[in-house]
């Protein structure tokens, strides 16, 4: 089999495996299951076969006319290099850990034929993505995750988090998507192609006459699909959804996909210096932030939801000082370890029965109700931390050396501002990663108070799957700077000395000033009690035993956090150590510094308000001149049949008036008066 059709396999079984398992969800619900896991990992085998095959070497390319436009044709066409063949690879790997996952999470969701089949889809569209040499085929593949997604973060329908959490994904994605499309069909008229390596050679020979403006269109395509500043409010809010969701949606899908389309099209982007200094300040906004709210965050999820845009941060800052190698590396590396921390955060959110960090530090032994979610999620926040050797380290470094390596003039491709920006940027986050990576796992696992909740243990299928990402989290930084350069341009990942002292100084910086923080406020949590555990504990399962069904305690846990712990940001919890450390600034960071209030306030409230007034026009006016046109025949009709009495007297009478009225006139015209 040759690898262009084992290429094309990869996409193709998991879309069948959706379709089946929507078709047979309900006659024959024994089959979800299977239709669910064995296709996305057969479709990892695959990929793996077609990344050893390419070898790291000249791109596969293949090409059939989809349809005949008149004008720029539309290719159904492959470009695998080594960059689209190993994201691929870690692509079926994290879906095929999420789909063993969640048999053991929704085993008792209803709904569990239907979500089953939208990630089946969901990796699919991703794939498409990582595989198309046809932009406009991309594009297919990019508005499917846009729809999965809606439809996956809103699972729980039931609670309005999730419902709003939805709607707020897909308006917000959506409204980078306009320019994105816009800035695709610029690029095809000035390139003469959707293709792939056409596009690459236009900009290779200057054939692109508006570089810049198509490069920043596609840059708000890419902020909202990859939740960078300022389109990233919708990542928090998406952890409305369930946990397996968020480490599919975080880890290898969706998100990334911004980031690998602009490493697929990095000339483009380094054809503008305007653009690439953009993306840059871009890349230091979205990382700097997002790590002072994550430091701020009470619900675990959100905590790597803030995470995760961060660390997307850091690969758009490689982007912006021209190194794809390093941006994907940390992607690869990101993958594996943040589709850890979610999958080990959904054991956690099962155990302690709430997603508030605030109540999990009121608990004592909670590690020792989930060992497997402990280790292994101690393993993925030191690779978050980007602590030597866990795998977060050498990707980070690259990224830190690439940025080094621009701000002293070493490149002709990107400004040297944007390389300083970006290092410093990167520094500065690095510390505040490792600040909420501590806070997270002290507040997790280190609580004191009540002995933590028995919801049972956890079922062999989430567990297995944490230690299996546990091997690439600790593992793969340090084989692929060795074995893999070919598959990343031939670029050389090893760590550089100065920035590896600098990155890992700062981040045993973060590190341990939160460790004294903690052990200074410890002392406070007990006198501060928070109330009861959101998902009620206590309440037994429908055998009588410990309940065991993950999903329904986490849909709980979200929709009871609020009602129970109030406003985090404005709730007292001096046991807090993120409090203390960012002192007044907490309360902004908790909020998300307000992003949400402002747009509301400069977008959302003049929208409504224009719409009340349109409302207002159409009923007021609109619908006055369209009743009054009906009323006035309606009014002279009725004038019309008051005269219509049926009496033949009458009619008469008014005849002969008639006529005498009609012979006066006649009279008074021929004589002229």
């Not at 024994?30 to 793996?48: D, I």
């Not at 159904?76 to 048999?103: K, R, W």
């Not at 230091?284 to 790597?304: E, N, W, Y």
Request: proline share 5%.
């Amino acid at each position: 089999m040759t690898t262009t059709t084992l290429a094309v396999l990869v996409p193709l079984l998991p879309f069948l495996g959706a379709a089946a398992g929507l078709l047979l969800g309900r006659t024959a619900p024994g089959f979800v299951r299977p239709l669910a896991v064995l296709p996305t990992f057969a479709a990892l085998v695959l990929a793996a076969l077609v990344a050893v095959r390419q070898d790291g070497g000249a791109a596969v390319d293949a090409a059939t006319e989809l349809t005949p436009t008149g004008s720029v044709p539309v290719d159904l066409a492959l470009h695998i290099d080594g960059f689209a063949a190993l994201v691929a690879v870690l692509v079926g790997l994290v879906a095929t850990c999420v789909q063993i996952y969640s048999t053991g999470y929704l085993r008792d969701d209803p709904r569990y034929p239907s979500y089953a089949a939208l990630v089946s889809l969901f990796t699919s569209a991703m794939l498409l993505v990582v595989y198309s040499g046809d932009l406009m085929v991309l594009l297919v593949g990019w508005e499917i995750m846009g729809i999965c997604s809606y439809f996956l973060v809103g699972h729980y329908w039931e609670t309005p988090e999730a419902r709003a959490a939805s709607l707020k994904a897909f308006l917000v994605t959506k409204l980078g998507d306009v320019p994105f499309l816009i800035g695709l069909f610029a690029l095809a008229g000035d390139a003469g192609s959707f293709r792939v390596t056409k596009v690459l050679g236009a900009v290779a020979s200057g054939g692109l006459d508006h570089p810049t403006l198509i490069a920043l269109l596609l840059l708000a395509g890419v902020a909202g699909k990859s939740a960078q500043f300022p389109l990233h409010t919708w990542l928090p809010d998406a952890m409305a959804g369930p946990t397996p969701v968020s480490a599919l949606i975080h880890a290898a899908t969706m998100v990334a996909a911004g980031v690998y389309f602009v490493a697929r099209l990095l000339p483009l982007f380094e054809a503008s210096r305007a653009a690439m200094l953009v993306l840059a300040v871009m890349a230091a906004v979205t990382m700097a932030g997002s790590a002072l709210a994550a430091l701020a965050q009470d619900d675990i999820k959100r905590v790597l939801a803030y995470s995760t845009i961060g660390q997307l941060g850091y690969m758009t800052g490689a982007l912006a000082v021209g190194d794809r190698g390093a941006a994907v590396f940390h992607l690869l590396s990101h993958g594996a370890f943040k589709a850890l921390l979610f999958l080990a955060a959904g054991a956690v959110i099962h155990a302690a029965g709430t997603n508030s960090l605030a109540a999990m530090s009121r608990m004592r032994n909670l590690r020792a109700r989930v060992p497997d979610a402990y280790w292994t999620m101690t393993v993925a926040l030191l690779a978050l931390a980007a602590i030597p050797p866990f795998s977060g380290f050498f990707s980070k470094e690259s990224v830190l050396r690439a940025a080094e390596h621009v701000s002293t003039g070493h490149t002709e491709y990107a400004p040297g501002a944007a390389g300083w920006t970006v290092l410093v940027a990167g520094l500065v986050t690095a510390l505040l990663t490792a600040a909420y990576a501590t806070r997270l796992w002290l507040l997790a696992f280190r609580g004191r108070g009540a002995d933590a909740p028995d919801h049972g243990r956890q079922p062999l299928a989430m567990t297995t799957v944490l230690w299996v990402l546990a091997v690439p989290s600790l593992a793969f930084g340090g084989l692929a700077f060795r074995l893999l350069p070919d598959w990343f341009d031939g670029a050389d990942l090893a760590p550089a000395l100065t920035t590896s002292v600098l990155g890992t100084g700062v981040a045993l910086t973060g590190g341990l000033v939160t460790y004294a923080a903690w052990r200074h406020t410890t002392a406070l949590a007990a006198r501060v009690p928070l109330g009861a555990v959101t998902a009620h504990p206590d309440r037994p399962g429908a055998d009588g035993g410990p309940r065991g069904d993950a999903a329904q305690v986490e849909a709980e846990a979200i929709a009871g956090h609020t009602p129970a712990y109030g406003d985090v940001a404005s709730a007292p919890d001096p046991a807090d150590p993120g409090r203390l450390l960012l002192g007044p600034l907490h309360r902004h960071a908790a909020a998300g510094f307000h992003l949400d209030a402002a747009y509301s306030a400069l977008f959302v409230r003049p929208v409504r308000g224009a719409a009340g007034l349109v409302r207002f026009l159409d009923r007021e006016v609109v619908d006055t001149y369209v009743h009054g046109a009906g009323a006035l025949p309606r009014w002279l009709g009725a004038a019309v049949r008051r005269a219509q009495t049926g009496n033949v007297q009458t009619y008469v009478s008014v005849l002969l008036a008639g006529t005498v009225v009609l012979a006066v006139a006649a009279v008074l015209v021929a004589t002229g008066a």
